[in-house]
């Protein structure tokens, strides 16, 4: 089982992205997902979470400007980033459950500079 974060790049101030977590080598299906965020030299971050049953959590810094989802026919759980700030700048990673085990995608980055 592998899981992929894709989507991310580089974006101007107040601009948006999406970035999605899939889960590859397997036809089971995300469970529990978290997006984390790390800035080198920092401890890594939870930025948002979505349950099995649809239940999310978000950091107080992404409330009003991020949006954790799932899409059932592309069987992704997707992080909606809009106004972006230079200090979202960071490699964004999913962790994800798949049949009761956790695994970690391999991260993408995220760029918010004019």
């Known amino acids: 089982v592998q899981l992929q974060a894709s989507g991310g790049g580089l974006v101007k101030p107040g601009g948006s992205l999406t970035l999605s977590c899939s889960a590859s080598k397997t036809t089971a299906s995300l469970q529990d997902v978290d997006w984390y965020r790390q800035v080198p030299g920092r401890q890594r971050e939870v930025v948002a979470a979505?349950?099995?049953?649809?239940?999310?959590t978000l950091a107080d810094y992404a409330k009003g400007r991020f949006r954790i989802s799932r899409d059932y026919d592309k069987q992704t759980v997707n992080l909606q980033m809009n106004d972006l700030k230079p200090e979202d700048t960071a490699v964004y990673y999913c962790?994800?459950?798949?049949?009761?085990?956790?695994?970690w995608g391999q991260g993408t980055q995220v760029t918010v500079s004019s």
């Open positions: 962790n994800g459950q798949i049949l009761g085990q956790w695994y």
């Open positions: 979505i349950a099995t049953g649809g239940f999310t």
